[in-house]
């Protein structure tokens, strides 16, 4: 890809800005070695504007500059072509409220939609370049270096994981040196990009924080997080050894599993998130507008614990009526599943009637379930003033048990008693012939880990390690997935202006 410098200033934090995709850039302002920075608060303040990219809304104009469509999705957006949102919409746990979709039913092509509204991220790899190349030249405190350092490494890991993971290896500025060098470049080896994503994670894990859920320095990058992305990174390419690795240093940790299922998403600084995108009224989270119908008022047959009634209802404002949970995906659910307890069957519409799945009129209940598992106080789920789990411990145990089980080729006593620790907070048993064979045992860690984590933003990842994303779709019907769906489209510009450089995704053709 070109890379070109741009530098655009913020009221709060200061962000550098590199691009890697068109040649229109525009540039706000100018920094130099002389004014900019020059304090470690300089310095932060720029490592702290790039957290920005990581919240649960929908795109702004921060995320670039009109040129370049004026429009971004953040990393947890939960918008259709965020990352978080195109790891459940295309996927069996999640629909759009119709009857067809393009998203959910991979009918999507090179003009589906914009997708340099999400393939922008990749300027944030640049952007990290130049941060690393400015605090590793500062004069300050040992200490304070290696922190800051780590954080900006590990953001470039992330930055770098979810370009990879959307539109697979493409070319990024690492090295400061050739930040100038404006030029479009081929696309590199995936073995190549991989290791680079692994070293930004690695060179991260030593120096970052412990722990962030129990100080204050609450919604930093913390060794967990950076562990759990290298444990995903090698599970997904089927080294469950070096995954074990990272997973094992997790559980080392400290975290615990809460004995309520809801506690974690009701309490953001739970003992069991590894990680969350902090709640707070500068960066709402905007899960209920898309999961509450614009005529629901309130739901019903949730957990009675964190319900508003403490009799299974709760509620909810009118929001923008967008996603749910197919019922198919929600018959998966035993009744006595605890975990249950953040969907709803039935609700109460404007019209004052009560709607439920045998009887929905007209109501979403026609294509699915609603997802509530966020119970916060309704005040604050009008202002989306509300947390986003990223990594729980849950996923360490689940994670665990897989990978014991794949290094084994055996559902082995220690993988079972891992399972058995998710399970039994649910509130159900593990069925005798799901540990008959490995192949029954590593199809039921699938299908639990889809219950345990429902509208967290896994399964897409889940179905893509199992080799199942693609024949998943097609078994529910939608016979429009392709291999090549498992990854979006270079955007049509970047391909036509480097004359063919850049090549596009297999499958798709400009």
């Not at 655009?8 to 540039?27: D, Y």
């Not at 393009?102 to 393939?119: C, K, P, V």
């Not at 994503?197 to 060794?223: C, H, Q, S, V």
């Not at 209802?313 to 009118?318: A, L, Q, R, S, T």
Request: glycine content about 6%.
């Amino acid at each position: 890809m070109k890379k070109i410098i741009t530098h655009v200033f913020a009221v709060i934090a200061i962000a550098i800005g590199v691009s890697s995709c068109n040649l229109e850039e525009v540039v706000y302002s100018s920094m130099t070695d002389n004014n900019f920075p020059q304090s470690v608060a300089d310095a932060q303040s720029m490592l702290d504007g790039m957290y920005g990219y990581v919240k649960t809304n929908s795109g702004s104009v921060s995320m670039s500059n009109t040129a370049n469509t004026g429009w971004g999705w953040p990393i947890w957006s939960i918008g259709e072509i965020g990352w978080y949102g195109w790891n459940m919409l295309t996927t069996d746990e999640c629909k759009r409220f119709s009857a067809t979709h393009r998203i959910n039913d991979f009918e999507w092509g090179l003009t589906t939609s914009d997708w340099m509204q999400t393939f922008q991220i990749v300027k944030n790899v640049s952007r990290m370049t130049v941060i690393i190349d400015i605090i590793e030249k500062m004069e300050i405190n040992d200490a304070k270096k290696k922190t800051m350092l780590s954080e900006a490494y590990c953001l470039r890991g992330l930055f770098e994981y979810v370009i990879w993971d959307l539109f697979g290896p493409v070319h990024v500025t690492r090295n400061p040196a050739e930040i100038d060098d404006i030029k479009y470049e081929a696309r590199p080896k995936e073995e190549d990009y991989l290791s680079w994503m692994i070293e930004d994670f690695e060179t991260a894990l030593p120096n970052l924080y412990d722990k962030t859920n129990d100080n204050a320095n609450w919604g930093r990058f913390n060794k967990g997080f950076a562990a759990m992305f290298l444990s995903k990174i090698y599970m997904r390419q089927h080294n469950w050894n070096k995954a074990k690795e990272y997973l094992d240093k997790v559980k080392g940790y400290g975290y615990e599993l809460e004995d309520d299922y809801f506690e974690p998403f009701v309490n953001e600084r739970s003992k069991e998130n590894i990680y969350c995108i902090p709640s707070g009224p500068t960066a709402d989270n905007e899960f209920f507008f898309y999961t509450i119908p614009g005529n629901c008022t309130k739901v019903f047959n949730v957990n009675k614990k964190h319900s508003s009634d403490g009799q299974g209802g709760y509620d909810v404002n009118k929001y923008w009526n967008c996603i749910c949970m197919p019922w198919e995906f929600y018959d998966k659910f035993e009744d006595k599943d605890i975990r249950k307890g953040g969907i709803s069957d039935s609700y109460l519409h404007t019209d004052g009637n009560i709607y439920t799945r045998e009887n929905p009129g007209t109501s979403s209940l026609q294509y699915g379930a609603i997802v509530v598992k966020y119970m916060y106080p309704v005040e604050r789920t009008r202002s989306g003033n509300i947390h986003s789990c990223c990594f729980r411990y849950a996923d360490v145990l689940l994670s665990l048990a897989e990978v014991e089980a794949r290094i084994a080729n055996a559902p082995t006593e220690k993988a079972i008693a891992y399972l058995k620790e998710v399970t039994d907070r649910a509130g159900i048993e593990i069925p005798a012939n799901a540990t008959s064979s490995i192949d029954a045992f590593l199809e039921y860690i699938l299908e639990e880990r889809g219950r345990e984590f429902y509208f967290e933003g896994w399964r897409r990842d889940d179905l893509l390690r199992y080799g199942q994303y693609i024949s998943n779709a097609q078994a529910r019907g939608k016979t429009s997935a392709k291999e090549y769906h498992k990854r979006m489209p270079i955007p049509v510009s970047v391909v036509n202006e480097s004359n063919g450089v850049v090549a596009q995704n297999p499958g798709y053709s400009n």
